[in-house]
């Protein structure tokens, strides 16, 4: 049976340079970075120049760059300690509505030790107003993140306004770039953010390790205690194998970004407008232009996501009904809600994400197979027997 | 000229086994699902974590959902501790902990005094033990939460956990005391039944028994109050989020089984291997310490204290001459203070300045042993002569005879 992996937002799989760059590691030099000696050396040595990949990768410093064991992590340490570095000056923070669940349930922990929170809501497409952001503002503010693209819709947020706006107000501001970093062009000092995630599995890097950004001189409370590792700022053993893998999976998507987004562009494209095509009361989601490249999302009308899912799984193609991080809690996505989609629709979420392995082949195989899926599904399901008996009354 | 190359820093970290390697390798590049999406590759990477706990659980003789799948040891601590405090902050705010525990444990007991918590820090003896005397003495109506190691990892006294565990769980029939064990140093020696040692938590580090960094294991017994720290998938029972580290967590499964059957074998092994070094470097070089305890300790941990020299100095000679020892935790290699753990062995601050840890692994043989021994007496003379504090203490020794 044919093969389509289509959920590259979910995770990617580990380019073959990555793995060959990787294995040393997992091998002969296998010191540890904080020894003193020649194999504690190696390793450092490793871990130094796999910082300044990542740092090349978002035009930063080496020395701003913190390594953490994943975009989850980067995201907690980002938006637990710099409200926490900050607290006395005072306790209050702004976010998105579309945040992944690691940024919003880390600002809805803050909330339960004192803070409070704003939830930006963002419009039909999933993009955030930078106005709304403005106006959430307060004289307590001392943390705003919001996403530089969302995960589930591809959206790409205006980062640029609002890490202005944060500017002007002299609030620090975080980006999750996990989506976004490896995938499309990523600038800090262009973007004008204060802090930055990122994650190596979303780009062909490894698994168990991310990275976070955080500008020199903005203060943030480590969220792992103990070594010195990372500047005192994150403490643990490096995990060297995995932090060459992202160096090098950063290496390699800066080098062939453009390259990629030409490859993926065509195909998102091609899905986006085939799928409604072949299928009636299929909606894309997300931002029809300002979205990321291999990023193509839809609501199914009058169906259940996860038992389309499982049917493409039977026919060899992995999609996804949004993000994976949450696909076991089976409820209705809180971006999707965010956008207004009400819960019956949102149910009918599907996710097709492209990555390098992918084709037109694949595109032509998906536009074959979903729709007699969908037909299938909509026999069985009672809103959709209710719609027709209702658009037939109505005639 | 090329010389021998030996490694004895095996606290430190150590090499991934070749078998823990081939099991991780399928992980990398073609079962590279998402454990958490429900299409076939990511099934059979989810499947591969469920037996990966299903496995560790049956080695600590736990269930497999009492086991959290973490970043590291670091991790495990951290999330431990204030996990567990964070949620128990309405019952009390006293915690115990003693004064060699690594910094993972110390500075979050530090971070939680600066949320309120009221933190004691047990002392040891000479040898690095706690007392059981002390622990009971220290316990309050307002203690939730008492951290002892299971094995210090710079001087290597095992300390009496089980023990312990019995008296905090005595003495919290009223209310509950949770108690975690720090068993990053030891699993290869130690046996690590979370029943026998009557635990209620217990971290671990896959990169110390041949596993791959960058992954750590907590085990926490069910129905321990927890509040979680990593906020955002609902990964890990929602006790952890974030994607997990599928080839990691493969390897430290099988690593740690390596590690449970070979652990009597391993460990007379290195015992021996140790044994002999700290017998040749006791013949061999006068005014050597040991440090730790004599029989309670790891059995693959030799750390002196030689007199009248710093252990840095030994440890960057060692280094010229291929040899890789340590002079205390690498996590703390940052900063030039004395030993944590030396200092409250109530080691003289020179002593422990001059205090070397040397950590035997399987991949040590004979040869490695003989090697150390024939270039470490010259090293040590040679930094003596040049020492201040030698002619000090020969000039001492003139004028008092």
């Known amino acids: ?395 | 000229m090329k010389h021998k190359l030996v490694y004895m820093d095996h606290a430190a970290t150590t090499a991934v086994h070749p078998r823990v390697l081939e099991a991780m390798l399928p992980y990398f590049s073609q079962i590279y699902g998402n454990p958490s999406s429900i299409y076939y590759i990511a099934q059979e990477a989810r499947k591969a974590v469920d037996e990966a706990r299903a496995n560790v659980g049956n080695i600590l003789g736990c269930k497999p959902g009492e086991v959290i799948f973490t970043s590291g040891g670091t991790e495990s601590d951290n999330t431990a501790l204030k996990g567990a405090a964070l949620a128990l902050r309405k019952e009390g705010n006293h915690i115990i902990t003693s004064a060699i525990e690594h910094h993972a444990v110390l500075h979050t007991c530090h971070y939680l005094e600066e949320f309120g918590f009221k933190v004691t820090y047990l002392p040891v003896d000479r040898f690095g033990l706690v007392s059981a005397d002390d622990l009971e003495k220290a316990i309050t109506d307002k203690t939730i939460l008492v951290s002892i190691m299971l094995a210090n990892n710079e001087i290597g006294t095992i300390e009496p956990v089980a023990e312990f565990a019995r008296l905090v769980r005595d003495k919290s029939k009223q209310r509950k005391i949770v108690f975690h064990t720090d068993a990053v140093q030891g699993t290869g020696a130690l046996d690590l039944d979370v029943n026998k040692l009557g635990v209620d938590m217990l971290s671990l580090s896959a990169h110390k028994f041949q596993g791959p960094k960058g992954v750590g294991v907590l085990f926490m017994r069910k129905g321990t109050p927890f509040m979680p720290q990593q906020t955002g998938g609902a990964q890990e029972n929602n006790r952890r989020a974030g994607t997990e580290n599928v080839s990691g967590i493969v390897g430290t499964s099988v690593a740690l089984k390596m590690a449970a059957d070979n652990r009597e074998s391993n460990s007379r092994y290195c015992q021996g291997l140790r044994d002999r070094l700290r017998e040749g470097i006791m013949s061999k070089i006068g005014e050597v310490y040991l440090n730790g305890h004599p029989t309670q300790r790891l059995p693959n941990n030799l750390s002196l204290a030689f007199q009248y020299v710093e252990g840095e100095s030994i440890l960057l000679h060692l280094d010229l001459l291929g040899i890789a020892a340590s002079s205390g935790s690498a996590c703390t290699t940052g900063s030039n203070d004395p030993s944590h753990v030396l200092v409250a062995t109530r080691l003289p601050e020179e002593l422990a300045h001059g205090s070397l840890r040397f950590t035997v692994g399987t991949d040590n043989t004979d040869e490695d042993v003989d090697y150390v021994l024939s270039v470490l007496p010259g090293i040590v003379q040679k930094l003596r002569e040049m020492s201040p504090l030698t002619s000090a203490a020969v000039r001492n020794k003139k004028a008092g005879s």
């Open chain 1, 1 to 395: 049976m044919r093969k389509v992996y289509l959920d590259n937002a979910a995770t990617t799989p580990l380019l073959p340079e990555v793995r060959e760059a990787m294995l040393p590691f997992l091998g002969e030099v296998f010191g540890n970075p904080s020894s003193l000696h020649d194999w504690g050396d190696t390793a450092r040595q490793a871990v130094d120049a796999a910082r300044e990949q990542v740092a090349v990768l978002i035009g930063a410093n080496a020395e701003e760059v913190i390594f953490t064991g994943s975009g989850t992590e980067s995201n907690n340490f980002a938006i637990k300690g710099l409200a926490l570095a900050q607290q006395s000056k005072g306790k209050h923070v702004v976010v998105s509505a579309i945040e992944h669940f690691s940024a919003l349930h880390s600002a809805r922990t803050l909330e339960k030790w004192g803070f409070e929170l704003t939830e930006v809501p963002v419009d039909k497409y999933g993009m955030v107003n930078p106005d709304d952001v403005r106006e959430s503002i307060r004289k307590d503010t001392v943390l705003i993140s919001v996403m530089h693209a969302n995960g589930e819709v591809g959206t790409i947020e205006p980062i640029k306004e609002i890490a202005r706006i944060a500017k002007e107000n002299k609030i620090v501001f975080h980006t999750d770039a996990i989506a976004t970093a490896g995938t499309i062009p990523v600038d800090v000092k262009e973007l004008g953010v204060d802090a930055l995630s990122l994650a190596g599995n979303q780009f062909y890097g490894p698994k168990g390790v991310g990275a976070l950004w955080v500008r020199r001189g903005v203060r943030i409370m480590p969220l792992l205690d103990g070594g010195v590792q990372e500047g005192g700022r994150r403490a643990g053993t490096e995990n060297v194998p995995a932090i060459v893998g992202l160096g090098k999976a950063a290496e390699l998507a800066k080098a062939s970004m453009s390259a990629r987004i030409k490859q993926l562009t065509p195909l998102r494209d091609r899905l986006l407008k085939e799928l409604p095509a072949s299928i009636e009361h299929v909606m894309v989601t997300g931002h029809p232009q300002n979205r990321l490249p291999g990023h193509a999302s839809f609501c199914v009308e009058f169906i259940e996501g996860e038992s389309m899912l499982m049917f493409l799984n039977m026919e060899g193609i992995a999609v996804s009904s949004g993000s994976a991080c949450t696909s076991r809690a089976l409820k209705a996505s809180h971006v999707l809600i965010a956008m207004g989609i009400s819960h019956e629709l949102a149910q009918g979420s599907l996710l097709c994400t492209f990555g390098l392995d992918n084709t037109d082949e694949d595109v032509d195989y998906m536009v074959k197979v979903l729709p007699p899926i969908v037909d299938r599904l909509r026999q069985m399901s009672p809103l959709y027997s209710k719609f027709i008996k209702a658009s037939k009354g109505g005639k």
